[in-house]
């Protein structure tokens, strides 16, 4: 079997993994559509581009595991205050667009993190610029802006050893 047909292979199977799992449906419709879906992304997006770090299988689910409660913890922290703002009769909000600038050198931490950002209230990524920039809409600058770059720097963290992420001239 070619690299690039098993890294295709490993992606489907760890996608279909992850679509059952966030479903939690496991009927033969869900398998098939899942398994659809996971084929889909795989062809569009390509072979992923890294592989398992140091700490192996066992490491990156730990990994995952952590950042996927720093995300929920995110997700809570900007629903209340989102919540908040929008129960007040004159809600202080100050709308604008952040810049949010990446650390890694990697398409699939920038696609993370732009969901990480995207998932949470009050935020949503607009744009991805060439140079992997972060363009964030948010519902207040001011405190978005102050926390975004210490936010990003915690999701490539959090993401480092789940992705291990290797270039192509590390890998040869």
Same mark, same amino acid.
């Given at each position: 079997?070619?690299?690039?047909l098993l890294?295709?292979? $490993? ?7 992850l679509?059952? *799992?966030?479903s939690?449906?496991f009927?033969l %419709? @869900?398998?098939v =559509?899942?398994?659809?879906?996971s ?6 997006v390509?072979?992923p581009?890294?592989?398992?770090g140091?700490?192996g299988?066992?490491?990156?689910v730990?990994?995952g ?6 995300l929920?913890?995110?997700i ?6 989102v919540?908040? $703002?929008t129960l007040q009769?004159?809600p202080?909000?100050?709308? *604008?667009?952040?810049a949010?600038?990446?650390? %890694? @050198?990697?398409a =699939?931490v920038?696609?993370?993190?732009a969901?990480?950002?995207?998932v949470t ?7 991805i610029?060439?140079d992997?920039t972060?363009y964030?809409?948010c519902?207040d ?13 915690t999701?490539?963290?959090r ?8 270039t ?5």
């Open positions: 079997m070619s690299p690039k890294g295709h292979v $490993r992606a489907v199977a760890m996608l279909w993994a679509y059952l *799992g966030v939690g449906h009927g %419709a @869900n398998l =559509a899942g398994l659809f879906v084929v889909a992304i795989s062809a569009l390509g072979p581009e890294w592989r398992l140091a700490g299988v066992v490491g990156a730990r990994a595991w952590v950042y996927a409660c720093t929920l913890i995110d809570a922290k900007c629903g209340y205050d919540t908040l $703002r009769r004159d202080n909000i100050a709308p *604008g667009i952040i949010v600038r990446p650390h %890694a @050198n990697s =699939a920038t696609a993370i993190s969901h990480g950002i995207t209230p009050g935020e949503m990524v607009v744009a610029g060439e992997g972060l964030a809409h519902l600058v001011t405190t978005s802006g102050a926390s975004a770059q210490g936010g990003q720097e999701r490539e963290a993401l480092a050893p789940v992705l291990s992420v290797v192509e001239t590390q890998a040869d």
